[in-house]
């Protein structure tokens, strides 16, 4: 059996109809993660739609499983300093 290693964090971004228009979160948090040196401990990982429509686009980080509505580049941005880089038990 072959070991798989996981990130310590991850941010799963909604993929469905609505939350899937918004592109440009998923692409932030990749390109944040690159920036920040975190390609090893940090993930961005498309999960199915999560039926909260009316709130796109959704984003979940783990392992705290905090989840974050209509979010924006700037509440991104925000998200990212404040849960990933801030707290650096990454």
Same mark, same amino acid.
């Not at 979160?25 to 961005?44: N, R, S, W």
């Not at 980080?61 to 989840?67: G, K, R, T």
């Given at each position: +059996?072959?070991? #798989? ?5 991850? $941010? ?12 440009? /979160?998923? !692409?932030?948090? !990749? ?6 040196? @975190?390609?090893?401990?940090? =993930? #961005? $990982?498309? +999960? ?5 429509? !009316? ?5 979940? @980080?783990?392992?705290?499983? =905090? %989840?974050?509505? =209509? @979010?924006?580049? %700037? !509440? ?7 849960? /990933? @880089? ?5």
């Amino acid at each position: +059996m072959s070991a #798989v290693s996981f990130p310590k964090k991850s $941010i799963f971004v909604c993929d469905g109809s609505k939350c899937g228009k918004h592109k440009e /979160i998923k !692409k932030y948090f !990749k390109d944040a993660i690159k920036d920040a040196g @975190l390609k090893d401990q940090v =993930e #961005v $990982i498309k +999960m199915e739609c999560t039926d909260r429509c !009316k709130h796109a686009p959704i984003v979940c @980080l783990q392992p705290h499983n =905090e %989840w974050f509505a =209509e @979010l924006t580049i %700037w !509440k991104a941005r925000q998200v990212f300093e404040e849960q /990933i @880089l801030a707290k650096k038990g990454v």
